[in-house]
């Protein structure tokens, strides 16, 4: 059935589009081997660069972000080796699965889903690798199924303190141009991430960002590799080449977007979307439900999952609300499902849509007969009114 109005797209990516980068991928395309490409390929190689904070190196795969962990791996890894992972969540799990079925050795420190990964269980973990057997540490910045932000310096600073030579390797997908993220200043070696969520693109482009260190690495590795060979870009990216087809009309819209992104300002992208954040946890602490990172400081800007009480089907809500208010808010996945709910607050975003999300989540709360108190959207409101970061408000 015909819904009137917008449709509001609140999951944590992919994050709706803006029409300057639709109009920028709805260019025609062009020989990706022709004379005209080149300046297209160098610009979004570099611009992305600005967006990692590294002069190290940046490689753009036509791919999912699954794609990008799985290069970062097979680039760096030798059959059997040993990683290091911390179980922030689902996007966690994912990841060490994934390096269990290609044939790696996934160590798994536990997680309770409530917080980042914690630098003082890696530490120590590490401590006891006297053989130095581990070859990488595996974290995700932003876990996009919990809403909570891992200590990307501290866990540099962990594996400094430790002595331990291990790769420093970062799942930054939803992280990325919405949450400070420094590739060179915090030591990463390895950065994964994707276009649909804080680069305001469709999904189809991911990236690894990717330190000398980690390309120096990736020449003794003797993991089986082709399509996602790190080495197999260097030479064709050094003049804004690639070695396949490239997918071209996105590497468009991310031009553009990188463009926005400087036109706005990180800094000032970062800060609204932690204000956004901030004043989603005031309406959720206003309906007197739980927000599910439990660890403060942890809470991420791009999205909030929030728990429904037990008993309450958080998939029926969701249902309710696309039904009746055209909102569609993130599902709870894995450990967490049908047990909360989660409202993205990234990309192309402002003050206004965060209200119009809000009100639809507690019409929503109501129409699905959630047990909660009213009242969260008028706290998020008096949030914004006495928190002011908007350019607009500065001029
Ligand atoms: N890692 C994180 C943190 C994610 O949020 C996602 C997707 O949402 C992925 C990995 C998987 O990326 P993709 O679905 O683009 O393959």
Redo the contacts with the bound molecule.
Sequence with gaps: MRQPGRHFLQI??PSSVPDRILKAIGQQTIDHRGPDFADVGKAALDGMKTIFKTNQHVFIFP?????A?EAALVNTLSPGDKVLMFETGH?AS??SSMARKIGFTPEVIEGDWRGGAEPDRIEARLRQDTHHEIKAVCV??????TGSVSPIEEIRKAIDAAGHPALLMV?S???LASIDFRFDEWGVDVC?S?S??GLMLP?GL?FNAVSEKALERAKSVTMPRSYWDWHDMVGPNSNGYFPYTPSTNLLYGLNEAIEMLHEEGLDQVFARHARHGASTRAAVRAWGLEVLCARQGDESGVLTAVLVPTDYSADNFRATTLKHYNISLGNGLSKVADKVFRIGHLGDFNDLMLMATLSGVEMGLEKAGIPHQSGGAQAALDHLKQSTTCPSDTQ
């Design positions: 944590p990516g791919s999912s972000g699954t794609g962990w996007f994912m990841w995700v910045h932003n876990e996009t199924s799942d997908i939803s992280g994964i994707g649909q969520k999904p991911s």
